[in-house]
């Protein structure tokens, strides 16, 4: 019997299945135990039992995991560290010890739970780099990056790391730092095609800076503890990042698309906007407002300037995200694939 409010109950066990068909089992007994054992005898507890109503929209479930995770990668939680993955404990064995630790450090598991959690999926580069490959062999020019909710900007990189894409398929320098595994299907974007990007630039209403050790440690942290290849992933790409300019600024989307739609386009190169699982999070006044922009720019860009605008959305699909594109003059929108939500394979039928 669970000591949770239903609301909060209801969103552990659907982070649970989430986690479960995403491939991190590790988790989602992770919130399976949550929900059955914690008590409100700790301030970690009591805050999480009694969230509000906006228990899922907050993702309370995965900001609780992502506070144990934090716990036991600073070293301060040893013990707890010692049963956490790749060690298979026992939920008995598991239970104990993070009760243990909600005891020991129930300030920093409490304070931990202030921010909604944060990550940057690199493996979505894969998409993003098929889509590019496609357009350039398409427009034959160069393409200028605007990424609309871009994290910590390590999607606005994916030309810069290397790529193994099933069946013998690489992509990239095989010295690249950013190893990314992820499987093509069907009709597969020109390999061989000249990719040239002559710039990158982001917004995001909160921008994650790889320079900031804090901020690195805390999107390890919300990565799922079982899940070593995309730690090691994101770990990587964010120190590759840290030795660039940080090209994202703190913006809302609407305004930045404007301010960035509003400068000069240059002849020769294809201003190409993109987002990858960002449109569910913006109210349906800044999606009308961006598409409006789009629409109004595309009506005026020019074979020698032409404007994209790309994604990689939910947009109910079971499968997975669809890959659409709009490209202007011209305006029709094209599905262009679907993939994984963490981009471990791409379908390009
Ligand atoms: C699920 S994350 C995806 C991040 C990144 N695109 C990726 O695929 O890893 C959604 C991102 O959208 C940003 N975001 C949400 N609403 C926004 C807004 N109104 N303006 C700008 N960014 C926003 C969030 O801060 C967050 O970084």
């Known amino acids: 019997m669970s000591n949770m409010n239903p609301h909060v109950l209801e969103t552990f066990r659907f982070q649970a299945e989430a986690c479960r068909s995403l491939g991190s089992p590790f988790t989602a007994n ?7 054992r914690l008590t409100d005898s700790s301030r970690f507890g009591a805050r999480i039992l009694n969230w509000p109503d906006s228990a899922r929209a907050d993702a309370i479930a995965l900001r609780a995991t992502g506070a144990l995770h934090g716990l036991v990668r600073s070293g301060r939680a040893r013990e707890l560290a010692s049963l956490y993955p790749p060690l298979e404990a026992k939920p008995d ?11 020991k450090h129930d300030d920093f598991l409490h304070d931990f739970l202030d921010s909604p959690p944060q990550t940057n999926e690199v493996m979505r580069s894969s ?3 098929g889509m590019a490959l496609r357009l350039a062999e398409r427009l034959k020019m160069g393409l200028a990056l605007y990424e609309i909710g871009a994290s910590a900007g390590l999607n606005l990189a994916f030309d810069t790391y290397h790529y193994a894409l099933g069946e013998d398929r690489e992509w990239g320098e095989s010295n690249a730092l950013v190893n990314i595994d992820s499987e ?3 009709h597969i974007p020109p390999l061989e095609a000249e990719l040239e990007i002559v710039s990158r630039e982001g917004c995001d209403r909160n921008p994650l800076d790889p320079h900031t050790p804090e901020s690195v440690e805390r999107q390890l942290a919300y990565i799922w503890a079982d899940q070593h290849n995309r730690i090691g992933r994101v770990s990587a790409a964010l120190s590759a990042a840290a030795s660039r300019p940080y090209a994202v600024d703190r913006a809302d989307a609407a305004d930045w698309v404007d301010a960035k739609l509003a400068e000069t386009a240059k002849p020769g190169v294809a201003r190409v ?11 349906d006044a800044t999606k009308e407002r961006i598409a409006e922009s789009f629409a109004a720019a595309g009506a005026v860009a020019t074979q020698e300037a032409p404007l994209v605008w790309m994604y990689m959305e939910a947009e109910g699909h079971p499968a997975g995200a669809v890959l659409k594109q709009t490209v202007w003059p011209g305006g029709e929108k094209e599905t262009v694939g679907l993939t994984d939500y963490h981009g471990r394979w791409v379908d390009w039928s």
């Open 30 to 36: 992770l919130c399976d135990l949550l929900a059955e």
């Open 93 to 103: 064995q598991l239970w104990e010890a993070i009760a243990t630790a909600i005891e």
């Open 127 to 129: 998409a993003l780099l």
């Open 184 to 186: 093509w299907r069907g």
């Open 273 to 283: 906007f993109f987002h990858t699982i960002v449109w569910q999070y913006l109210p």
